[in-house]
């Protein structure tokens, strides 16, 4: 398993791995969600970082209801080939042209959600769209 990311350290719950996230998300009941970014590159979503995901608030909602993935597209900092691979065939799979890209499943796996871009209205108002999700 590859840990980075915004969670990276000893409270981090966000996986690189997307096989074992999916594992964690049926067993647990829990959304996926899918952060596909730019880390050592995009503005945007270094800003999402910080202002949303970076957010205590955010991170614990996360921690209780979610299992989150990072699928990195770094350009500078170095990153295993498999990972590379698996985060390519990812962000083929769900048709990712830019960066951030938040993509939400369902604990089976069905596409709830997707957000291009970033995320201007900060943590709570990104909650309330997931809760609305569990609702809906």
């Known amino acids: 398993m590859f840990i980075s990311g915004p969670f990276a350290g000893a409270e981090s719950d966000w996986l690189t791995d997307y096989k074992k996230a999916q594992q964690e998300a049926k067993a647990g009941n829990k959304f996926l969600l899918l952060d596909f970014t730019g880390s050592d590159w995009c503005g945007w979503c270094k ?51 830019g960066f951030p890209t938040i993509v939400v499943l369902s604990a089976d796996g069905q596409k709830l959600w997707r957000y291009d871009g970033y995320f201007p209205d900060g943590p709570a108002a990104f909650i309330a769209q997931l809760q609305k999700l569990r609702k809906g």
């Open 47 to 97: 800003k999402f970082d910080r202002e949303v995901l970076l957010q205590s608030e955010f991170k614990n909602y996360a921690r209780e209801n979610l299992v989150v993935v990072e699928l990195d597209f770094p350009r500078a900092k170095p990153q295993a080939p498999e990972l590379r691979k698996q985060n390519r065939e990812l962000a083929q799979q769900y048709d990712i042209v």
